[in-house]
């Protein structure tokens, strides 16, 4: 595939087995919508939550090219806001957060992408790294925010340990569901 901007890794374009365009904004559409959707469906069910909109974000980051991603790095923290239920009274503080939830699930993909398909590194190597670079931005953001007075206190634990436990149980769902996927397509 021809890049257009030489500053762009090739891995961003990268998937771990060939998709049709049709295929690929398929999976698009069905990752985003779970992950957009889950926060009306479950509730404040962070852990269950964060496990599946993770486990989006990884298979997403094994499927799909270029800016097919965005939008799962960005409805699912949109879905958190709108449905109020995540944080419930706390969710007009998630505003604070947004920028920052959409550049930990941008660091989680493209580290995973990167580290798959340019360095070559194993994919759950790859997702611990992607893991513990998304809970370091998120942990340290919320206790910024903290500090600053604009998120109460839950933040710090909900944007840290919890988020760590729920990239890696997501991301190791999604390395299984990849698995499965990858032999369905070899036969």
Not at 19 to 27: K, T
Not at 55 to 79: Q, T, W
Not at 150 to 156: D, E, G
């Amino acid at each position: 595939m021809k890049r257009e901007y030489s500053y762009i890794s090739d891995s961003f374009f990268k998937q771990e087995y060939t998709l049709s365009q049709a295929q690929e904004y398929a999976e698009m559409i069905l990752y985003a919508a779970v992950a957009f959707s889950l926060p009306f469906i479950l509730g404040h069910e962070q852990l269950l939550v964060g496990s599946v909109v993770n486990c989006a974000l990884v298979l997403a980051a094994l499927n799909l090219r270029g800016a097919r991603l965005l939008p799962v790095i960005l409805l699912p923290s949109v879905g958190a806001l709108l449905a109020g239920m995540v944080f419930g009274p706390l969710s007009v503080s998630l505003v604070y957060m947004l920028p920052f939830i959409w550049l930990g699930n941008a660091i989680l993909v493209f580290a995973v992408k990167e580290l798959v398909f340019s360095e070559r590194k194993n994919r759950l190597a790859a997702l611990t790294a992607g893991s513990l670079a998304k809970t370091a931005l998120l942990s340290a953001s919320a206790f910024a925010l903290f500090f600053l007075g604009l998120v109460p206190a839950q933040f710090i634990a909900a944007f840290g340990i919890i988020q760590l436990a729920t990239a890696l149980c997501g991301g190791a769902a999604a390395l299984g569901v990849q698995e499965v996927k990858r032999m369905l397509a070899a036969a």
